[in-house]
């Protein structure tokens, strides 16, 4: 079992930036592969970005990549996603997400567990 916990999350001018964290409890950490996911109201949930489970592998959507950065602390079973010109349409509930599969998993149906989820709102 892993428990994942997302903080970082909240109101941001336009051009603004945030650091998302994600703070996973439980064994084997380490072993799995990692992604960030967002939902915003009325629309599915939307794969961000995605870590392999040593951090040499990355993965982004085309509609962040540029702007945002995964990466993955082991030592610290720590998950971060560093956010860089926000834009009005990546206000959504970002959520983080660990899957048993190693590598890059872009799918949220191949993820295992999720956490409750942060707020980011941008608007000026």
């Known amino acids: 079992q892993v428990q994942l916990v997302e903080s970082g999350g909240g109101l941001v001018q336009p051009g603004g930036s945030l650091r998302l964290s994600c703070a996973a409890s439980?064994?084997?950490?380490?072993?799995?592969?990692m992604g960030w996911f967002r939902q915003a109201p009325g629309t599915e949930r939307e794969f961000v970005a995605a870590i392999n489970w040593i951090g040499g592998r990355l993965s982004y959507a085309d509609s962040v990549k540029g702007r945002f950065a995964i990466s993955r602390d082991n030592a610290k079973n720590m998950v971060y996603l560093q956010i860089n010109t926000l834009q009005p349409e990546d206000t959504a509930v970002y959520y983080c997400?660990?899957?048993?599969?190693?590598?890059?998993?872009?799918?949220?149906?191949?993820?295992?567990?999720w956490g409750q989820g942060t707020q980011v709102t941008v608007s000026s």
């Open positions: 439980g064994r084997s950490f380490s072993s799995y592969g």
């Open positions: 997400a660990a899957t048993f599969r190693t590598g890059i998993t872009t799918s949220p149906r191949l993820y295992n567990y």
